[in-house]
């Protein structure tokens, strides 16, 4: 377990101390199993627990990729709300899953402070429902909810291609999430806007994968419509 961990240096934006965080060596992880809706399970470490990053001097928190990004205005907003309250603490070693379950909320309400984008929310939501996965909780599909509702609306009302899932991936999770949930139809719909999209012919696996789920959906609607 160790050696798929390495620790970096960050610099927090906020108060610009430098903090140490764990960092996951990718190459060395092996897969377990890819689920349906593009979770993957690795052996030894879920990767997954190390992308939100927390300075533990001041709090601010955000996903790994846009840890920079903070504007004066929030940054004004996140000493008046969180950074005065904030205790000292570090979730720079080996993380729990508590601690990383600890930091997905940490990152969910700077989210709501600085009004991010709902692809952002959406994402967030997500990667928390895989997390609560593994626990078996309840709490999974709290969140699969909450992520779909984000990510529904991301996609209708938000550029995609620069936030962190890409409009075609945004899409198939919309789908495969309303096919968990039941809703067949709309599931329907949303497979068909992945195989739509002109960009799929560059992802076969996820053209083959959207392809075979939307057949499964498709036999799902059949069922329930003549059970009534
Ligand atoms: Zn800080």
Not at 5 to 15: F, G, I, M, Q, S
Not at 72 to 88: A, G, M
């Amino acid at each position: 377990m160790e050696t798929l961990l390495y620790d970096k240096t960050e610099n927090c934006p906020v108060c610009r101390r430098d903090f140490s965080s764990k960092k996951v060596r990718s190459r060395k992880l092996v897969i377990v199993e890819k689920q349906d809706d593009l979770n993957i399970v690795y052996k030894d470490v879920n990767p997954l627990y190390y992308q939100i990053l927390v300075c533990p001097e001041c709090g601010y928190t955000g996903i790994e990729s846009e840890f920079e990004d903070i504007s004066p205005i929030h940054k004004k907003l996140f000493d008046d709300t969180v950074r005065y309250k904030w205790k000292q603490r570090s979730y720079g070693n080996v993380r729990t899953v508590d601690e990383a379950i600890e930091c997905y909320k940490l990152a969910l309400l700077m989210a709501q402070l600085f009004k991010k984008p709902k692809s952002y929310v959406g994402n967030i939501c997500l990667k928390l429902a895989w997390i609560y996965r593994e626990l078996q909780s309840e709490k999974e599909e709290e969140y699969l909810k909450y992520a779909l509702n984000n990510l529904q609306d991301a996609y209708q009302g938000e550029r995609l291609d620069s936030a962190s899932v890409s409009e075609m991936t945004t899409a198939y999770i919309v789908a495969e999430l309303n096919r968990r949930f039941g809703n067949y139809r709309e599931s329907i719909v949303w497979y068909a806007k992945v195989l739509d999209n002109p960009e799929i012919k560059n992802n076969r696996q996820l053209q083959l994968k959207t392809r075979e789920q939307w057949r499964l959906a498709k036999e799902q609607h059949d069922q329930q419509k003549n059970a009534v």
